[in-house]
């Protein structure tokens, strides 16, 4: 019952919201959706085959096979390119703009462009927010995604697995090394017993691959075997030389 009449109260809230403020298109300023159906095509997508990190080729996904060991991730895709100024817009909106229900629509679009790649997957787990954060900003951007995405593949959300116990300086304050060192143990499993064996992280963004890094290790010491990522957009750091 109380879920229920929170899901209403929240499907109440979205309406109203609309029509405060409309969702118009990021590209084109359509009035409808956040992302016309014409504009959604004119997007700079990551390049299939083409590492994150070190830009040489990989096989499968966005991972190469030595860079897939530094990020701890069995698979990496990424839906867009953050330099594109549309792309970067649409995540600003939905981080600051507290716009929930874009979060979800741009799930559903990254989920039924990758759906033939992660179709071996147990969980949908999102990058969990710190306690600051989240009662800043009131909801988690990577749950909103990961709710588009489970509509699409229809998987499980764990998104009470995986918790940041502490909270450290924002990210794109640091350089490549410090921002790993700053991710360093920040998240823990909530419970050990029946951890799915095959796991896809999903977040918004991702420059260093920090925060997958620390999420994929402390699931792996937690029991899980296979743990891949599907991230939004990447972000290049400034002056990016790879590390090994
Ligand atoms: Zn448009
Ligand atoms: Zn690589």
């Known amino acids: 019952m109380q879920r229920f009449l929170s899901n209403t109260l929240h499907r109440v809230g979205d309406v109203f919201w609309d029509i405060l403020f409309p969702r118009l298109c990021v590209v084109c300023n359509t009035e409808g959706a956040f992302l016309c159906s014409q504009c959604v095509y004119t997007l700079t997508s990551w390049p299939q085959n083409v590492c994150a990190w070190c830009r040489g080729t990989s096989e499968r996904s966005n991972i190469c096979e030595s860079c897939s060991r530094l990020w701890g991730l069995d698979d990496l895709w990424i839906g867009y390119r953050y330099d594109d100024v549309h792309i970067a817009h649409m995540i600003h909106t939905l981080k600051y703009g507290y716009r929930e229900a874009l979060g979800m629509d741009l799930g559903i679009i990254l989920g039924s ?98 925060t997958l890094r620390s999420a994929a290790r402390a699931l792996r010491m937690a029991g899980a075997e296979k743990i891949s990522a599907l991230v939004f957009a990447h972000g290049i750091p400034p002056r990016h030389t790879p590390v090994r």
């Open 113 to 210: 462009r990758m759906i033939d790649e992660y179709s071996d997957t147990d969980a949908i787990v999102p990058i969990p927010l710190d306690k600051i954060r989240y009662k800043e900003r009131g909801f988690n951007q990577s749950l909103c995604l990961a709710q588009g995405i489970a509509q699409v593949c229809q998987r499980a959300i764990y998104s009470r697995l995986l918790i940041r116990t502490v909270a450290r300086a924002p990210q794109a304050t640091l350089g490549v090394s410090a921002r790993w060192e700053n991710m360093e143990d920040v998240y823990s499993v909530v419970c050990t017993r029946d951890i799915p064996k095959r796991i896809i992280l999903v977040d918004d963004v991702t420059t260093t691959g920090a």
